[in-house]
């Protein structure tokens, strides 16, 4: 049996944002009561757009992520007439942040005793995430994920967004792993389509929150369920 090495996203892949989005709504409810209503419609709508604005075409300028983040949450503040600036969105997301770092959990289905399965079937494995170093480095201080992985990787180490190959190619690279022998799994479908040009097997986990495109690469997986992927890993290196 070839093990293979196997590359995940983080958020909704192992990392479960739905408390990042309560967090930030407290957070909003707290310095802008009268949004109240629309408080779970303004979080919905920041993370995704967030994620569409980030410069993920080839040749376009990198911008941290917190950044990005920061200008999306500022404009659809300043849509509902408050006045701030980036700068000042930006502080509301950090205390948000700090408030979800206390409460981060895995996605259901991932816990320490999956991890140590996942790595016992593995060559390898690694994070490659769209993220700032150092929103990753205070996840990583409140969940046990770092004894499970060889490398991680975010987009701020190599200036690039998936599904760009360097952030892929970084993660290769730190594994001595082969594209062919290696498998890229995320509930992006985005995600999936850039492992996938670079010749990874790939797999998408769950039903995707961020990301509406239901386009997956050619033979890409689907694990509706992450209990169910220890399985797969078997069959993949039979």
Request: aromatic share 8%.
């Given at each position: ?44 709508q ?17 911008v ?7 200008s ?11 006045r701030?600036?980036?700068k ?50 205070r ?11 060889d490398?991680?990787v ?13 952030i ?50 050619e ?20």
């Amino acid at each position: 049996m070839t093990k293979p090495f196997v590359l995940f996203d983080l958020g909704e892949t192992l990392v479960d944002l739905k408390e990042l989005l309560v967090s930030l709504a407290a957070n909003l409810a707290s310095k802008y009561p009268a949004l109240g209503p629309e408080l779970p419609t303004i979080v919905r709508q920041w993370i995704s757009d967030a994620s569409r604005a980030m410069p993920r075409s080839p040749g376009q300028a990198f911008v941290p992520e917190f950044e990005v983040a920061s200008s999306v949450m500022g404009k659809l503040l300043r849509d509902r007439g408050i006045r701030l600036s980036d700068k000042e969105a930006g502080f509301i997301l950090r205390e948000g942040w700090e408030d979800f770092e206390t409460r981060v959990r895995f996605v259901s289905g991932v816990s320490e005793e999956w991890l140590k399965e996942v790595r016992s079937l593995s060559a390898g494995l690694a994070i490659v995430t769209d993220g700032d170093r150092e929103n990753v480095n205070r996840l990583l201080r409140h969940l046990p994920l770092r004894p499970y992985f060889d490398a991680i990787v975010t987009s701020e180490d190599v200036k690039s967004y998936k599904p760009n190959p360097p952030i892929y190619q970084a993660a290769l690279l730190s594994l001595k792993a082969q594209a062919d022998r290696s498998m890229f799994v995320s509930d992006s479908a985005q995600d999936l389509r850039g492992a996938s040009s670079l010749g990874m097997a790939t797999c998408l986990f769950g039903k995707p929150a961020i990301d509406a495109s239901r386009e997956l690469p050619e033979g890409a997986l689907q694990v509706a369920d992450p209990r169910r992927f220890p399985a797969i890993l078997r069959e993949f290196a039979e």
